[in-house]
């Protein structure tokens, strides 16, 4: 079965510090892969997409992810952190080959950024 | 500018009662989708809609119920058989009703229900 799983529930920068978030999926055959942005008491904002045409993906904010198969993971980052980036994080995967509805969500990193 | 629009954005609910979230979009989109979520858990499905007058139960159907009789509007019931419905609801949408797996979602800004 597919699963993703997002490496710290909670990660604290300071302001204009790397920002790195880690997820890692499992499957057999590489999945569509998304970065979702939560701020407080909102629905989800979509930061990037991976749908195999580039494995550097760049997003919006700032923010890129790189896919690596190899290492199963999608991990975000970003050169330097503002104080706006400051929300929950999630990564999800798509298993290709099957339908929207079957999207599987992290379990979400919340970042904290350190003036 | 085209959107969804969650209604309330906080709902209480007595024991006992059935109580119904709004879900509006003018995106003209297809597809249409409720998820619960729970403090430091994922988004799970509870149900979703690829065409009017047709849903199927996602993940954690039980307690819930929807209809979908217009294309822009997915409204969901929480029914008193749902134990443990205190938690953030969000609506979410997707251009075509073939379902593709590539299709970022779209999401509304959520209802938060809560038991009195």
């Known amino acids: 079965a597919q699963s993703v799983t997002q490496l710290g529930s909670h990660v604290s920068v300071s302001e204009g510090a790397l920002v790195l978030l880690r997820c890692n999926y499992s499957s057999s055959v590489p999945p569509y892969l998304f970065w979702y942005v939560q701020y407080p008491n909102q629905g989800l904002q979509l930061l990037l997409k991976y749908t195999s045409a580039a494995t550097l993906v760049k997003g919006i904010n700032g923010f890129e992810a790189e896919f690596k198969k190899s290492e199963t993971s999608f991990h975000l980052t970003k050169p330097s952190a503002h104080m706006s980036d400051a929300a929950e994080y999630f990564c999800a995967v798509s298993p290709i080959y099957s339908s929207a509805s079957k999207i599987i969500f992290g379990s979400g990193t919340r970042l904290s950024i350190r003036p | 500018d085209g959107g969804i629009t969650q209604s309330p954005k906080y709902l209480f609910r007595k024991e006992g009662q059935n109580v119904t979230l709004s879900c509006e979009q003018n995106l003209n989109h297809d597809a249409m989708y409720w998820y619960r979520q729970d403090p430091g858990q994922g988004l799970r499905l509870i149900y979703y809609?690829?065409?009017?007058?047709?849903?199927q139960k996602g993940d954690i159907a039980e307690g819930y119920s929807v209809s979908r009789e217009k294309k822009e509007s997915f409204p969901l019931t929480v029914t008193s058989a749902q134990k443990n419905p205190t938690a953030f609801y969000l609506c979410?949408?997707?251009?075509?009703?073939?379902?593709?797996?590539?299709?970022?979602?779209?999401f509304g800004d959520g209802t938060r229900l809560s038991i009195l």
């Open positions: 809609s690829q065409i009017v007058n047709d849903f």
């Open positions: 979410a949408s997707t251009p075509s009703n073939r379902d593709r797996e590539d299709q970022p979602q779209h």
